[in-house]
C-alpha cells in the first residue's frame, strides 16, 4: 500500500513539476533576450537527449517488462515536453522526429543505437543502460548550466539535473540487488 502511495505521490509531484514549468514559460514570454548560439545548440541537443532517454526506456520497457523503464520513460517524455516549451519560449525553430529511435544529432544516434544493442543482452545490462544515460545527461546538464547567464533556463536545466540525479538512484537500486 505504501509503494502504491509513493507512487501515486510521484506522479502528482511530476504533474505539479510540468504545471509550474509551463507556467514559468508563460510569465517568460516577452523577455526573450538573445540567445547565444552555444546556448541555443544546448538547449536543442538537451531536447534531442530527453528523447534519446524516454526512446531508450521505452524500448527497454516493452523488452524485459521493467517497470522501473516504464515509469522512468513517462518522466522522460515530461523532460521532452519541458525542452520543447523552453525552445517555444524563446522562439528557437528546432528540427525533431516524431519516429522513434531516429535522431537528427549523428552522436545522438550512435548512442542510441549503441545502448539498444547493449541494453537488449541482459536485463543487467539494460539497467547499466539506463544508469549511463542519467550520468550522460547529469554531465551535460551540469554543462549546459554553466554555459548560460540565464536564470530562467538554469532554473529549467537545474530542475532536469535534480529528476536525473533520482533516476540515477533509482537505477543503482536496482543494480544493486
Same mark, same amino acid.
Given at each position: 500500500?505504501?509503494?502504491?502511495?509513493?507512487?501515486?505521490?510521484h506522479?502528482?509531484?511530476?504533474?505539479?513539476?510540468?504545471?509550474?514549468?509551463?507556467?514559468?514559460?508563460?510569465?517568460?514570454?516577452?523577455?526573450?533576450?538573445?540567445?547565444?548560439?552555444?546556448?541555443?545548440?544546448?538547449?536543442?541537443?538537451?531536447l534531442? %537527449?530527453?528523447?534519446?532517454?524516454?526512446?531508450?526506456? %521505452?524500448?527497454?520497457?516493452?523488452?524485459?517488462?521493467?517497470?522501473?523503464?516504464?515509469?522512468?520513460?513517462?518522466?522522460?517524455?515530461?523532460?521532452?515536453?519541458?525542452? %520543447?516549451?523552453?525552445?517555444n519560449?524563446?522562439?528557437?525553430?528546432?528540427?525533431?522526429?516524431?519516429?522513434?529511435?531516429?535522431?537528427?544529432?549523428?552522436?545522438?544516434?550512435?548512442?542510441?543505437?549503441?545502448?539498444?544493442?547493449?541494453?537488449?543482452?541482459?536485463?543487467?545490462?539494460?539497467?547499466?543502460?539506463?544508469?549511463?544515460?542519467?550520468?550522460?545527461?547529469?554531465?551535460?546538464? %551540469?554543462?549546459?548550466i554553466?554555459?548560460?547567464?540565464?536564470?530562467?533556463?538554469?532554473?529549467?536545466?537545474?530542475?532536469?539535473l535534480?529528476?536525473?540525479?533520482?533516476?540515477?538512484?533509482?537505477?543503482?537500486?536496482?543494480?544493486?540487488k
Open positions: 500500500m505504501f509503494n502504491l502511495k509513493k507512487r501515486t505521490m506522479k502528482i509531484i511530476g504533474k505539479i513539476a510540468t504545471v509550474l514549468l509551463m507556467l514559468l514559460s508563460l510569465n517568460s514570454i516577452g523577455q526573450n533576450a538573445s540567445l547565444s548560439d552555444n546556448i541555443i545548440n544546448d538547449m536543442k541537443y538537451m534531442e %537527449e530527453e528523447k534519446v532517454a524516454r526512446d531508450v526506456y %521505452e524500448y527497454l520497457g516493452n523488452k524485459w517488462n521493467l517497470r522501473i523503464f516504464q515509469n522512468i520513460q513517462q518522466s522522460e517524455q515530461r523532460h521532452f515536453e519541458t525542452m %520543447e516549451n523552453l525552445l519560449t524563446h522562439n528557437v525553430v528546432y528540427q525533431i522526429t516524431n519516429e522513434r529511435g531516429v535522431f537528427y544529432n549523428e552522436n545522438l544516434q550512435k548512442m542510441y543505437d549503441a545502448l539498444i544493442l547493449k541494453g537488449s543482452r541482459s536485463k543487467r545490462e539494460a539497467l547499466e543502460v539506463g544508469k549511463l544515460i542519467e550520468e550522460t545527461d547529469i554531465k551535460d546538464l %551540469e554543462k549546459a554553466e554555459n548560460t547567464e540565464d536564470v530562467y533556463i538554469k532554473q529549467i536545466y537545474s530542475n532536469l535534480w529528476a536525473s540525479q533520482k533516476h540515477l538512484k533509482a537505477f543503482n537500486r536496482h543494480l544493486s
